[in-house]
């Protein structure tokens, strides 16, 4: 059974950085994809990154394209949310998630909350 724990989330000013990790534990990772979503209060759930567990490809969410990078240790089953000049607007809990190529996101974290003062 795949488990994930998001860490790293916190409050920071607008214009910061932070750095959120996701521990991936309960099998081989090698043909899967990751993935980080948020989801605001009162909002649904938004597609912020995402990257092959084996490979390089990632994609990114309009709002956050230029400013985010994801990245994974795959020594370390880790997987990395790069968060620079921050707004206001990124303020929400960061999720998680992986699941096989071509089948969707199955399994996910429990969430990291983000706050992003003005």
């Known amino acids: 059974q795949v488990h994930l724990a998001e860490s790293g989330g916190g409050l920071v000013q607008a214009g910061g950085s932070l750095r959120l990790s996701c521990a991936a534990s309960?099998?081989?990772?090698?043909?899967?994809?990751m993935g980080w979503f948020r989801q605001a209060p009162g909002k649904e759930r938004e597609f912020v990154a995402t990257i092959r567990w084996s490979g390089d490809s990632t994609a990114y969410g309009a709002s956050v394209k230029g400013r985010f990078t994801i990245s994974r240790d795959t020594a370390k089953n880790t997987v990395y949310l790069q968060m620079n000049s921050l707004k206001p607007e990124d303020t929400a809990v960061y999720f998680c998630?992986?699941?096989?190529?071509?089948?969707?996101?199955?399994?996910w974290g429990q969430g990291t909350q983000v706050t992003v003062s003005s």
């Open positions: 309960g099998r081989t990772f090698s043909r899967y994809v």
């Open positions: 998630a992986a699941g096989p190529l071509g089948a969707g996101y199955n399994s």
